[in-house]
């Protein structure tokens, strides 16, 4: 039986990944859950209180029997006080994009979200000028070479310093097509 000091993080042993285990790969959720657990001194049955889910809800996760959906394992971590994080290779937290109502297109759609949207667009800047369209009110770069075109060209731009010797990249806006 464990005492009160066992508790906390380091109750039993490193948190970091050991030298034979992936960091990225399979989701360790049981010992997560465990983890979790330990810092927040719960028994099974208290976690599954603090988490409003069966007991034996917890000892499945635990013993990887049960794979929780995304919202129960949500809960059962923030009934130790934890939340989850979404972060890159290089443990830098990635920030949600935020939802905007005032955001959509005529028929109360999302735009796509891998494409940058531009708030009344001056002429060139909307895909469709090319083929005489009307210019709407919003609209976005369709073209993924046009828009890795302006991505480098912003970087240049941005990173004088560091592209001192490097010969500006063709501005985009100045295309024919």
């Known amino acids: ?42 028994g099974q049955r208290q976690m599954a209180r603090f988490a409003k889910v069966a007991p034996s809800t917890v000892a499945r996760v635990e013993t990887g029997e049960l794979t929780p959906s995304l919202a129960v394992l949500e809960r059962l971590l923030g009934a130790a006080g934890l939340y989850l994080a979404v972060v890159d290779q290089d443990g830098r937290v990635i920030q949600p994009m935020r939802d905007r109502d005032d955001m959509r297109d005529g028929a109360n759609r999302r735009y796509p979200s891998h494409l940058n949207v531009i708030l009344d667009p001056e002429p060139g800047e909307w895909w469709a000028d090319i083929y005489g369209l009307a210019r709407p009110p919003e609209t976005f770069h369709r073209c993924p070479a046009d828009r890795e ?22 501005d985009p806006r100045r295309w024919d097509y």
Do not use: H, N
Not at 149 to 170: D, I, N
């Open 149 to 170: 075109a302006r991505r480098r060209l912003s970087q240049w731009e941005v990173r004088v310093a560091k592209y001192r010797s490097a010969p500006r990249p063709p």
């Open 1 to 42: 039986m464990s005492s009160t000091s066992d508790c906390g993080p380091s109750g039993d042993g490193p948190t970091g990944p050991g030298p034979d285990e992936p960091t990225i790969g399979p989701f360790p959720i049981p010992g997560l859950v465990r983890r979790a657990r330990r810092i927040a001194c719960l």
